[in-house]
């Protein structure tokens, strides 16, 4: 699929990167401000899909890319069954203890384990959200062509 | 060493997403997996029985105690009635995956097909364990999702068709419980079941609790296609890959539909005799239309399905027929006999119907077609698959020895002796309509003469297949032992006492 | 209780959407909105009169806060539907592929 006029990729251009640092931000500040890994996670995903969209298909080899993306999606789910797990192995017996030192209420750095929850789901759900739009566009190719 | 209710939901998941990882980069990797992950859930099960633990297992996930004794964290709880049904669900897993390493060869992306499967475990299990009304959505719609892609795994135009009517009906059937968990959300203030029945306990009947009591039945009904929300099941069972339809027809719509429906009814809410007569009027009525729908078809895997909503029909009679005589007055032997015959006939069905499904997989992957008027005399060429089914035939008509016959006569007898006439006379003649068209289901497939377009796609069918079905065929004569006493104290009694004692699950898990 | 029964309206109004459309992708759309309209219900049961949103500041008194627990419950109902969506679309349109049409008046080979 082609891209768009000029005007579309000098801003997506300028403004991607800003985007992409605002799901970043979202998704660090999810105990403290709403949002977490899911919303920051699909605000992610967008900033890419604009890109994609923005400069057509051919900036990327969309089947290498789903397959990385498939790939890195299932390694983070197994990163989270991990943390959870190891709070049963290491701290007293019950899953998803939050078992690293809680701080103050309201400082970046602080209750437990929960920003660690919040980054690996914001890398899932943004891999997913990749994965479904990558494969909606390499079907689409295959019957236009 | 005590258990860990977990356990049952982290394997499965850890499988599910182990298996694309590593069987990107490693062939035949995910068939050795699958086999070991669901192998392992079974004799985990098995442990609970022989480890003789009594009671309830209660977990909270993250370890929060109850705050003033209101219940805040996630319970998972593991009683007589949940490892009941765990049994049931991991026996059929397996021997669903085992039979999937031969027949799957003809598909591309098998990596997909096993991950898939795991998914749709974890998700089962889940339901099953949940203490928690919101969890049991959740995990409710995780195995339903993953149901939806494996029925259209082969991609050819009747698989999709099947899949479209199926998830948009059960996506109109999540959106119904959703609203009811809501609904009761809102009128308890509190998402934890045990909690849930001890609030309504003092609170009494009002109209937006028969509401969402309504809301309820009409969303799992929709789940275990009882009629007249039956539309979308024979389209998909006939059309998915034979152990999918296995899996489906002999588990997931148990666990799902008829299991949730019947915690929800006993347990949480207290004892309604309308909402008993409700559940009696459609399990008659799926039990008397799913049979005599199942006369006309000429397709093997439709008239399977079809067979399915009959006897599904029976489960809910007999479970209907023992809340209907708990309501104070009512005689407590007689509601034990009824529920005891329902929950045997669960297990009888999920291992005979599993059986069924499979060997019309292994016809259809010999001659390539499943119009049971262009095959015949097949049982020269295949006589482990005629005699397994001829088996798996007779005792679901209802035929001594067989398990069969003891369940559908446990439920007729109560239902005698509690002075449902009409529901005992449809039992005993639907009985006799099973017996009709099964017979003409084997005499079809099995013993006329060789039609003359019949061909040959395989000369022998793959060992996996064959251990398979005759493990099927074992396990259905070991189960006519549940009848006796020694054996039923330890698997049906601990299912059929939680159901009886109604507030006793609330009692052990919060202690009020 | 205006805004209970206005739920509602949306709710029927995604259900005649999926009864009466025949357009495979206008009965995905009509689902989404049944969907939304369950949302909203479920976060307006929250509500309490004169209440925050419920967001923790360093210090030590605590305002009287809106129920966060529906508006979490909404989160994970409202990523459930994203992936039930994302699935109808995959089938639909390998049916536009194998079938070549949308129509669901032609999309009829499994009967009896």
């Known amino acids: 699929m082609s891209g768009m006029t000029l005007i579309v990729k000098k801003v997506t251009q300028m403004i991607g990167g800003l985007i992409f640092m605002y799901g970043l931000y979202i998704i660090t500040h999810g105990h403290l401000t709403p949002g977490g890994g899911f919303a920051g996670g699909a605000i992610l995903a967008g900033a890419m899909i604009l890109l994609i969209l923005a400069f057509g298909s051919g900036v990327v080899n969309l089947r290498k890319e789903e397959a990385q993306t498939s790939i890195s999606e299932s390694i983070a789910l197994l990163i989270i069954l991990l943390l959870a797990l190891a709070g049963f192995l290491l701290a007293s017996r019950v899953f998803f203890n939050n078992y690293l030192p809680q701080g103050q209420i309201g400082e970046l750095i602080s209750a437990g384990v929960i920003p660690l929850y919040n980054i690996f789901i914001g890398m899932e759900v943004a891999a997913a959200l990749l994965t479904i739009f990558l494969g909606l566009v390499i079907y689409k190719e295959e019957i236009a062509s | 060493m005590e258990m860990i209710p977990e356990l049952y939901i982290v394997i499965p998941l850890l499988g599910a997403f182990l298996i694309p990882v590593i069987g990107h980069f490693v062939k035949g990797f995910q068939k050795i997996f699958a086999t070991l992950i669901t192998l392992s859930l079974i004799i985990y099960s098995v442990w609970y029985f022989i480890s003789g633990t009594e009671g309830q297992v209660v977990t909270m996930i993250g370890g929060w105690e109850a705050v003033k004794a209101v219940p805040i964290a996630i319970y998972l709880v593991m009683d007589g009635l949940s490892a009941f049904i765990i049994l049931v669900i991991s026996l059929i897993s397996f021997l669903s995956t085992f039979y999937a390493l031969g027949y799957m060869k003809r598909y591309t992306a098998e990596n997909n097909f096993y991950a898939l499967l795991c998914l749709m475990i974890a998700g089962m299990n889940g339901v099953v364990l949940s203490g928690d009304i919101f969890n049991l959505y959740v995990f409710l719609e995780i195995s339903v999702i993953a149901s939806y892609a494996l029925v259209a795994f082969g991609t050819e135009k009747k698989e999709l068709e099947a899949s479209f009517k199926y998830q948009v009906l059960g996506g109109i059937a999540s959106l119904l419980i959703l609203l009811s968990v809501g609904l009761l959300y809102w009128q308890t203030g509190t998402l934890n079941m045990a909690d849930i029945a001890h609030v309504l306990s003092d609170k009494g009947q009002s109209n937006a609790l028969i509401f969402t009591e309504v809301l309820l039945i009409v969303g799992f009904g929709l789940k275990a296609a009882m009629i007249p929300f039956h539309a979308w099941l024979p389209d998909a069972h006939s059309s998915a890959p034979s152990p999918i339809s296995a899996m489906l027809s002999g588990v997931l719509i148990k666990a799902i539909g008829i299991y949730a429906l019947f915690r929800l009814f006993f347990n949480v809410f207290s004892l309604n005799e309308g909402m008993s007569v409700v559940l009696l009027v459609l399990g008659t009525l799926s039990m008397v239309i799913g049979g005599l729908l199942a006369l006309g078809q000429w397709d093997m895997k439709r008239l399977l399905a079809y067979s399915s909503i009959s006897q599904m029909g029976y489960v809910v009679v007999g479970l209907g027929i023992g809340m209907y005589l708990l309501i104070d007055g009512g005689s407590v032997a007689i509601a034990t006999l009824a529920i005891a015959g329902g929950l045997f006939h669960l297990i009888n069905h999920a291992v005979l119907k599993g059986l069924l499904f499979l060997n019309a997989g292994a016809v259809e992957y010999m001659t390539g077609t499943r119009d049971m008027k262009e095959l015949g005399g097949l049982s020269k060429i295949m006589p482990l698959t005629s005699g397994s089914s001829l088996s798996a035939s007779l005792a679901i008509s209802g035929v001594p020895p067989f398990n069969g016959f003891f369940s559908k006569l446990l439920i007729i007898i109560a239902a005698i002796k509690g002075e449902f006439y009409l529901i005992a006379a449809l039992a005993v003649v639907m009985n006799f309509v099973t017996m009709g068209y099964f017979l003409r289901f084997q005499k079809e497939i099995f013993y006329t003469k060789e039609k003359p377009a019949m061909k040959l796609l395989n000369p022998r069918l793959p060992f996996s297949m064959k251990f398979s079905m005759v493990t099927m065929v074992l396990l259905s004569l070991l189960l006519s032992l549940l009848v006796f006493p020694a054996f039923r104290e330890i698997v049906l009694s601990p299912a059929v006492d939680v159901l009886i004692g109604t507030s006793d699950y609330t009692t052990k898990i919060i202690g009020v | ?112």
Request: net charge positive.
């Open chain 3, 1 to 112: 209780m205006t805004v209970y029964i206005m739920c509602f309206i949306l709710f029927l109004v995604g259900l005649y959407g999926v009864l009466t459309r025949r357009n495979l992708i206008k009965i995905v759309i009509g689902l989404s909105v049944m969907e939304f309209s369950c949302f909203l219900f479920l976060a307006l049961i929250g509500y309490i009169d004169n209440g925050l949103a419920p967001i923790l500041k360093a210090g030590e008194e605590f305002p009287k806060y809106v129920d966060p627990l529906p508006q979490a419950m909404v989160l994970t109902a409202i990523v459930i539907g994203l992936a039930t969506t994302a699935m109808l679309l995959a089938i639909a349109i390998r049916i536009y592929k194998k079938y070549g049409t949308f129509d669901i008046r032609k999309v009829n080979e499994l009967k009896g």
